[in-house]
């Protein structure tokens, strides 16, 4: 299997899906995070990003979380192919 | 004996609070509408336990003031029942696990089961009941089904069997959910794709900006209309008639007369200008602001309850960010155009003193109450639309400016927007109605007294010449600086008791458009009510109340004086 692409969050288009790689921020984010499903080997779909570096929601499960760009940023996504 | 009700934000602890206790509190489709802990009695078959509602917390950390109070207030309880959401159990039993581990009797409610069966999620409850060790009871708490069994079941409550390594949580809750949630295949329903579209930017604002301005149109269609065929030929046929017959009786004049029905004009009751308590003192709540306060609070509590405030929360992060606020600052400054009161308390889900300290301050100073803006559509209605809207657009720019110095003057970093968004729900109707039956019953209780201790006030200070000693000396500020005539300051002195009264008393005063717009703005900037005051006091302490007061009379008057000179 030919690996995908790793990008972060912020980057990922509207609608794509992926997996989570990797969460590179200290212990108060991934704490804050892991409640919510987001965490490392996790499914995830971006629903929507603002313009100018908005906030950004995603959907894990079926729990629906919107986050700020910087945490967006911080988050690893291997974006599934097409 | 203490039962506290936990859980994550959101997932209905409130809904069963208020079927165990019987006590009333608001419950939103949104996280975070309970701040604060409320108490009930819960009636046992010999006893009575004290049943506490809680903020929703996703874990044992808290992040905001509201969690803060949940985190703390776990300690003192006897007895845990934790509420979960049935549609998300994986989510939900995180914190269970969590809860686990205090060693607390314990009960954990599947609420939202009504839900579970058209999302095509089948949860094996037995199961899970021997897996962790505790009574599962499933639950519809809107429609009350399932609460008998938790009270019947309640003596059941134990100490979880369950054990588990903390660093392997995640994998614990893993494996629970697989082993009793079985998931059939689910299509996207309409209202997924509505709870996406409406976030995503190019079809979302669109949608909030209509929203917003059906919002506006709705509230102002259903305020008029009630007050035009309901309250006002209510008080004209019916109260008026009566209102003479006293008057009559009591001789037409005199201190008595007064202070009961107030001047008459033209022989006849003006009940706006009579002032009077039984004239003006009950026109004033029930046929101006009544209507538009059931109008404003149908309308929020469909949103509410529908979902829609953290969509529109994550489409107006940015612009809160310019003022040193995130998005979900939405919420409190849209609760306080109902009232500042509830506005100032929903500021604790924002996670630092600085965003607290400028949502406070800006819906002080910039929101006016649906007391205060009835009161506002009613005097400046008459005279069109560019009064109303200079009064508000007004408003609104002191609003952004004053944030965007507040933001620059307050050296503290806002955090990010992080919330959940709770997919979209039809409103249940029973839940939909309560809710605006306490919201009124709420207003009612508050506004009346208030209303009719301000207009008593009124009358005593205006017989003993205190209102002119202070008209002369207050005069070169309102006069000088504001363009108000010296009786304008009376009106300011009542504003602190209630403001929509404090308008009225502009009435007979005889304003021009330029001096109405002056003083509207100027009555909803200087000072909050002293309902809001008592508040502010206790959410923001003794400094920073005093600073944010301070930058009420300064912003009044500086926003005052300028109009008086741009107009
Ligand atoms: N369909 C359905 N709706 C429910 C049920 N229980 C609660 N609701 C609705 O879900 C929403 C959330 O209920 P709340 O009681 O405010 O939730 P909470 O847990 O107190 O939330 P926070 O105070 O934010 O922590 C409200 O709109 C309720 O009307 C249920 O069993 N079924
Ligand atoms: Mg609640």
């Given amino acids: 299997m030919k690996s995908n692409e790793v990008i972060t969050l912020a980057k990922m288009k509207q609608g794509e899906t992926g997996t989570i790689v990797e969460i590179a921020g200290g212990h108060g984010l991934t704490n804050r995070l892991e409640p919510m499903g987001i965490r490392e080997g996790g499914k995830v779909k971006k629903v929507s990003g603002q313009l100018m570096r908005g906030p950004i929601t995603l959907m894990v499960g079926s729990t629906h979380t919107a986050i700020g760009y910087g945490m967006a940023q911080k988050i690893l996504v291997e974006v599934d192919g097409k | ?567």
């Avoid at chain 2, 934790?82 to 939900?92: P, Q, Y």
């Avoid at chain 2, 009544?290 to 309850?305: A, H, N, W």
């Avoid at chain 2, 502010?536 to 400094?543: N, T, V, Y």
């Fill in chain 2, 1 to 567: 004996m203490k039962i506290l009700l936990v859980g994550n934000p959101n997932v209905g602890k409130s809904v069963v609070f208020t079927r165990l206790t019987g006590v009333d509190v608001i419950a939103s489709n949104y996280p975070g509408t309970t701040v604060g802990f409320t108490e009930g009695k819960l009636k046992l078959d010999k006893e009575f336990a004290d049943v506490v509602d809680v903020p929703g917390i996703y874990s044992l950390e808290a992040a905001s003031k509201a969690e803060e109070v949940a985190v703390k207030m776990l300690e003192e309880g006897d007895v845990i029942i934790n509420v979960i959401d049935s549609t998300n159990i994986e989510r939900n039993l995180n914190l269970t696990l969590q809860l686990v581990r205090m060693g607390k009797p314990m009960l954990v409610i599947l609420n939202f089961w009504d839900e579970t069966h058209h999302r095509g999620i089948h949860i094996d409850v037995e199961k899970l009941e021997k897996l962790l060790g505790v009574p599962c009871i499933t639950a519809c708490a809107v429609s009350g089904e399932g609460i008998n069994h938790i009270v019947t079941r309640l003596a059941e409550a134990k100490v979880s069997s369950f054990k588990y390594n903390e660093k392997e949580r995640f994998h614990e809750v893993g494996n629970i959910v697989s082993s009793v949630q079985n998931l059939e295949h689910r299509h996207h329903t309409l209202m997924d794709r509505l709870g996406e579209l409406t976030v995503m930017p190019f079809t979302g604002i669109p949608f909030a900006v209509f929203v917003m301005a059906l919002t506006f149109v709705v509230i102002r269609f259903i305020g008029e209309g009630l007050i035009t065929r309901v309250f006002d030929p209510l008080f004209e046929k019916i109260w008026a008639p009566l209102v003479m017959k006293l008057s009559g009786v009591l001789g037409s004049t005199g201190f008595i007369h007064d202070i009961l029905i107030g001047k008459l004009t033209d022989g006849g009751i003006d009940f706006v200008q009579s002032f009077g308590l039984i004239t003006t003192g009950l026109y004033v709540p029930v046929a101006m602001v009544l209507p538009y306060i059931l109008s404003f609070y149908l309308i929020l509590s469909v949103l509410e309850d529908m979902g829609y405030l953290p969509r529109l929360a994550v489409l107006v992060d940015n612009l809160m960010h310019r003022l040193g606020l995130h998005g979900l600052a939405i919420v409190p400054m849209f609760l306080s155009f109902g009232c500042n009161v509830p506005g100032i308390m929903a500021t604790r889900i924002l996670e630092s003193r600085k965003q607290r300290f400028i949502c406070v301050a800006l819906m002080c100073i910039c929101v006016p109450c649906m007391s205060q803006s009835a009161m506002i559509i009613s005097l400046l209605g008459k005279h069109g639309i560019s009064g109303l809207g200079m009064v508000f657009l007004t408003l609104f720019i002191v609003w952004t400016l004053l944030g965007f110095i507040l933001k620059k003057l307050i050296k503290e970093e806002t955090p990010e927007i992080f919330v959940e968004i709770p997919s979209y729900r039809l409103p249940h109707m029973g839940a939909l109605i309560k809710k605006l039956w306490m919201r009124l019953r709420w207003f009612l209780k508050e506004a009346i007294p208030f209303v009719i201790l301000g207009v008593f006030v009124m009358n005593i200070l205006y017989t003993l010449g205190i209102i002119d000693f202070i008209g002369s000396l207050m005069q070169p500020v309102v006069t000088g600086i504001l363009g108000l005539p010296k009786e304008a300051v009376m009106s300011m002195l009542i504003g602190f008791l209630r403001k929509d009264v404090a308008v009225g008393m502009l009435v007979p005063l005889g304003l021009s458009l330029k001096q109405l717009i002056i003083a509207s703005v100027v009555l909803t900037m200087y000072f909050p009510c002293i309902a809001s005051f008592v508040v502010l006091f206790k959410e923001l302490g003794l400094k920073d109340m005093i600073k944010a007061a301070l930058l009420m009379i300064f912003t009044s008057l500086f926003v005052g004086g300028i109009l008086n000179i741009i107009l």
